[in-house]
Nanobody, 115 residues
Framework: QAQLVESGGGLVQPGGSLRLSCAAS????????MAWYRQAPGKLRELVAK???????NYADSVKGRFTISRDNAKNTVYLQMDSLKPEDTAVYYC?????????WGQGTQVTVSS
């Protein structure tokens, strides 16, 4: 059974940076698209960024130019580098992976941007 394990959340001041990581274990080499979503209190979960096996990326307009998604296929790991963070980026961030056609979610990691 595959699972996703996230790390890297925390508290940061506006303008600061954080790097999230998400490792897929128990999946072998069958990890396809990977992505990061986020959910703020009282709001729906939204796509932040996604990346294909080949490295093609897409970003939400709200994070373009500030966030960078990347992956290491050998480690089945996806990263989210978040720069120039704003208070409105505060949310629980969830890792997502398509593994052999099944959808998997991480447990979520809290990111709080506040002075």
């Amino acid at each position: 059974q595959a699972q996703l394990v996230e790390s890297g959340g925390g508290l940061v001041q506006p303008g600061g940076s954080l790097r999230l990581s998400c490792a897929a274990s128990g999946s072998g080499s069958s990890v396809n698209n990977m992505a990061w979503y986020r959910q703020a209190p009282g709001k729906l979960r939204e796509l932040v960024a996604k990346i294909t096996v080949g490295g093609s990326t897409n970003y939400a307009d709200s994070v373009k130019g500030r966030f960078t998604i990347s992956r290491d296929n050998a480690k089945n790991t996806v990263y989210l580098q978040m720069d120039s963070l704003k208070p409105e980026d505060t949310a629980v961030y969830y890792c997502y992976a398509d593994i052999t056609g099944y959808r998997y979610w991480g447990q979520g990691t809290q990111v709080t941007v506040s002075s």
